[in-house]
């Protein structure tokens, strides 16, 4: 006769709380699904580990391309800062007399030009006022116009070489033409006061 048993199971087993007894590697993959569970304060965080791995690289490329463009930003920042130190240095020892009133004269002037050939071609509208502007810059501010030239002399030596030893020539050939001219005029002005010394003298020796 075959002993009734009471439970279907009566074995004797002994539970050990804390086993390090590893996860099966089919219930490793039926929880895998769901995602890896993490607690903080009590509560469950589940995050999905394919999602968790493109908001990462998401994430750090976001990071990244901020940080290029804020390092290129930073270093045109600088780098203007930079130009525009140097250009207001350059200006500052450029001009050399008080801006006023010399510069309203110099731009009304400049005005005067524009006015005076307003209903002629454009290269005249364009050159006119340069050229009253400049002669009066050479009037009104001559040690300012003297460090415009010289600043221009570099300038167009180091970026336009051809035509800055072609403006040399011809500026050695007016600086002759007019050196020649002067010489002219002085033997004129000779000639003139030895003529009228000898007509004088001439008149003289009649008289007597």
Do not use: C
């Not at 995602?35 to 394919?50: H, L, Q, S, Y």
């Amino acid at each position: 006769m075959t002993k009734r048993q009471f439970y279907e199971d009566d074995e004797y087993i002994l539970n050990k709380p804390g086993t390090t007894t590893p996860i099966p590697s089919q219930l490793e993959a039926a929880e895998s699904i769901h995602g890896n569970a993490t607690f903080i304060d009590g509560m469950v965080i589940r995050t999905t580990p394919i999602l968790e791995t493109y908001a990462n690289k998401l994430r750090h490329y976001i990071h990244d391309k901020v940080s290029l463009w804020g390092a290129e930003l930073n270093t045109q920042k600088s780098a203007f800062n930079n130009e525009f130190k140097n250009l207001s240095y350059e200006i500052d020892s450029l001009i050399q007399e008080p801006v006023l009133p010399g510069l309203i004269y110099i731009l009304t002037i400049g005005l005067t030009g524009s006015i005076l050939v307003r209903k002629r071609n454009l290269l005249v509208r364009f050159i006119t006022p340069v050229l009253f502007g400049g002669v009066a810059l050479n009037w009104f501010m001559p040690r300012t116009a003297s460090g415009v030239a010289m600043k221009y002399d570099e300038l167009e030596s180091k970026n336009l070489p051809e035509l800055h030893i072609q403006r040399e020539i011809v500026q050695r050939s007016v600086e002759e033409f007019k050196k020649e001219a002067d010489r002219s005029l002085e033997d004129a002005e000779k000639s003139v006061v030895q003529a009228v010394h000898d007509f004088r003298k001439l008149v003289q020796e009649k008289w007597e």
